[in-house]
């Protein structure tokens, strides 16, 4: 049985706040959104979107369609990403670019906010309309902010995250990589959003296994946001993806010790019911799986499970890797009719959305194949295993070490079913791969 590990998402967002683009002189709600934004940038999201709200008050009437009410229905959107509110993100989002789009002279405004929009689409798992509102942000901001522009960093790095889910990995590495070298550049290798995008290619080499690579930018990553505050949220990213990569090397104890570190921070500062909370959780309940304490892991699973479908659409990633791996518990707790739900139910899932979950939807063929392999359903069995490979080969190459363990797996029903042609092709390709990648680590 395979688990589901997941690295949170870091997508940035752009505050609005400068009165020379956007004007404003009214005290009171300039202060309220001041305010909010103190509060976002020190995690005190709820105090954040209070402020913002009250700015929004003293601007109905006459300025409830201005840009300066633009701004805060912009800024309330960033803080409830933060908060984990992602649809209510999108909404305040939109209410922000109906305003900007109605006049002239707000170009940059509007690219911003649709920058964000198409953060909060991804953070709901709706990859292909984020992607076309980032792409349409990005050209706009390049053409007037420039090409080195750390505004342009932002989006950029929000791309990658977005092919980072679809199993776009070439892709996602190009625009992560540009994404730091800007910020580098600009902003410096001790800054925030440099650290965040580092700990964002780390997420595309842990998938490739290029454990290494992850390894070392998020120790760097962690070097730097540490002294900045050590109980911030994006500290807590940075141990959840190490966690994750150490818990892909069977490194157990130091994986455990840093998810652990980080569902402390999570709990602190983004409350109870958040996301990222619950994708901790997840990351935990697959440690405890790997040592073999399944009964602690259905209990981090249940857990995470509950916060994802009571915060996330349906067919969220975040929900299908989540029955996955409460699957995975219980087949190796020999409740095996409840696991094969599941495992259904998660590809299902996958299967019924218009986006691409492909790294989640070959895990949870995979250990579908894996319960009909061990129920001697060979038949079925035979079936999902091709369905992995295809997605497998399609999204990680074709010299994937999760590819060559799927060819002997399926090598293994093949034999049980007397195509030994079928068998001995499938372990050829799989031997084939360990060489090549023994030979060409």
């Not at 300039?30 to 999201?45: I, M, T, V």
């Not at 505004?151 to 791309?159: F, I, R, S």
């Not at 679809?166 to 902003?187: P, S, V, W």
């Not at 209990?299 to 916060?307: D, P």
Request: glycine share 6%; charged share 25%; proline share 3%.
């Amino acid at each position: 049985m395979r688990t589901i590990v997941g690295c949170i998402a870091t997508a940035g967002v752009l505050l609005i706040t400068s009165r020379a683009i956007f004007g404003g002189d009214g005290a009171t709600w300039k202060s309220e959104r001041d305010a909010g934004l103190r509060a976002l940038e020190q995690g005190r999201f709820s105090d954040s979107e209070k402020y913002n709200r009250k700015a929004l008050e003293h601007l109905q009437g006459t300025s409830s369609d201005s840009s300066e009410a633009a701004i805060c229905w912009h800024n309330l959107g960033v803080t409830y990403v933060a908060e984990g509110r992602y649809s209510e993100a999108a909404d305040s989002y939109r209410q922000a670019l109906q305003i900007w789009e109605k006049v002239s002279g707000y170009e940059a405004s509007v690219a911003v906010a649709q920058g964000n929009l198409g953060s909060a689409l991804h953070l709901v798992g709706r990859f292909a309309e984020a992607e076309a509102i980032n792409l349409r942000s990005l050209a706009t901001i390049e053409k007037l902010l420039g090409p080195e522009h750390p505004d342009t960093a932002t989006v950029l790095n929000n791309l990658g995250d977005n092919y980072t889910s679809q199993g776009r990995y070439a892709d996602a590495e190009a625009n992560f990589r540009r994404a730091a070298a800007i910020r580098e550049k600009m902003l410096g290798k001790n800054h925030p959003d440099t650290v965040i995008t580092w700990a964002s290619l780390s997420v595309v080499y842990r998938r490739q296994g290029k454990y290494a690579n992850a390894i070392e930018l998020l120790q760097r990553a962690l070097a730097v946001a540490e002294p900045l505050n050590a109980a911030h949220p994006r500290v807590a990213v940075i141990l959840n993806n190490l966690a994750t990569t150490y818990l892909e090397q069977g490194n157990l104890k130091e994986a455990s010790k840093l998810m652990n570190r980080a569902i402390s921070i999570w709990e602190q500062t983004v409350g109870p019911d958040h996301p990222s909370l619950a994708l901790g959780y997840t990351n935990l309940a697959a440690i405890y799986f790997a040592r073999h304490k399944y009964k602690e892991s259905v209990e981090y699973n249940k857990r995470a499970l509950a916060i994802s479908e009571s915060r996330l659409p349906s067919s969220h990633p975040q929900i299908i890797g989540g029955l996955n791996n409460l699957g995975a518990a219980l087949f190796a707790m020999h409740q095996y009719e409840e696991a094969e739900t599941l495992f259904e139910r998660a590809v299902a899932l996958s299967e019924k959305s218009r986006e691409p979950n492909y790294a989640f939807e070959a895990d949870a063929l995979r250990n579908l194949a894996d319960l009909y392999r061990f129920r001697q359903r060979d038949s079925r069995a035979s079936e999902y295993y091709q369905r992995t490979i295809e997605l497998r080969e399609q999204t990680l190459g074709a010299n994937s070490p999760q590819l060559a363990a799927d060819l002997e797996a399926y090598a293994l029903v093949l034999r049980r079913m007397q195509d030994f042609a079928g068998a001995e092709k499938a372990s050829v390709r799989a031997l084939g791969i360990q060489v090549r990648n023994t030979l060409h680590p």
